[in-house]
């Protein structure tokens, strides 16, 4: 007969630890690979911002347009006000029929009711901003001068190569493509057999009032040597997909180069022929704003028709907008260069 008992509790308490041994560098390379895609991540938060940037700056300076198409527009009711009552007068003297009076009548109103739809304009830019800028709706305050008086920078047509690197977009690629690569060592180290050291220490007893006693500490150390042989068709799979995504990394790199070099070209020639069309247009807003004190002046003589009145005032007022419109496109010409350099240049 057995005089002991035949299941003995085990009770312990302990730490253990494991190490592999980074022979093939590849927990080290991974380590790097980690810190390049978080790099990654914060220039394409930077590249968010540029955008944010640019985009509040063009509605800043649309708004500042339809400000000044509000202050056009009221001045050309006030011109308009002051022809019809002219050509009342005409009409008391004989010298011109009620269908004159209806014709500058209807442009008059014609006039007025433009300024409906750009103060829509600007209560949806406004708000535009706010949104933007995370804010609920209120005024933006804004400068009171006029569009026309503010200077457009000179951009010198031969930017280095080198400030097209200053796009986070082109950055977050770069570093990107920095990491496809080092995944592809990571992932080529995966055919290499690791090696782990593993270590315990301890307490061990058959009854928990023995536990921490000094004759109950246990250790262990133990090495071992694994080689990829069981999931060794998974671990080429892995190496050859970290190789496409270096491909695929490469090509988005070279794209983003390439599209910031063409914005970069785009934004140029339209600063370059804005600013020709602004010196244009200026010539011909001139000249039509001194036809309508001649044409007035004629008509008063009875030697230029009614329809001449109406037309050059109509010609001077679409002139003039599209004088505002000009100004507009290339001062937003100058937004796109910004935010296609990446937030500005020296």
Known sequence: PEKGPQHIGDFRIGVYASWELDVWKKLRTAKKSAALRYLSTIEGRNFMVTNIIAEISGS???????????????????????????????????????????????????????????????????????????????????????????????????????????????????????????????????????????????????????????????????????????????IKAAYNNANEKQIISAYNYERSILSAFIEVVNHLSLMDNYKKSYETKSKEVAILTQSIDISNKLFVATKADYIEVLLTQREALDSRIELIETKLKQLQAKVNIYRALGGGWN
Request: proline share 4%; net charge neutral.
């Open 60 to 234: 800043y300076y649309e708004l500042l347009a339809l400000d000044n198409l509000m202050q056009i527009i009221q001045q050309n009711i006030e011109l308009q006000k002051n022809a019809l009552r002219m050509v009342k007068f005409e009409k008391d003297a004989a010298k011109v029929s009620q269908l004159a009076v209806n014709r500058f009548d209807a442009q008059l109103l014609h006039t007025q009711n433009l300024q409906y739809n750009i103060q829509q304009q600007i209560v949806e830019t406004e708000n535009r901003i706010n949104f933007l800028s995370g804010k609920f709706t209120q005024h933006v305050a804004r400068a009171g001068t006029a569009i026309t008086d503010i200077p457009v920078d000179v951009v010198q047509s031969g930017i280095p190569s080198q400030l097209l690197l200053n796009r986070p977009d082109i950055r977050q690629a770069e570093l990107a493509l920095a990491a496809a690569k080092l995944d592809v060592q990571v992932a080529r180290a995966n055919f290499y057999p690791s090696f782990r050291l593993s270590a315990g220490t301890g307490f061990t007893a058959f009854n928990p009032g023995f536990v921490f006693r000094p004759e109950s500490f246990l250790y262990n150390l133990a090495g071992d040597a694994v080689g990829p042989l069981i999931n060794k068709n998974g």
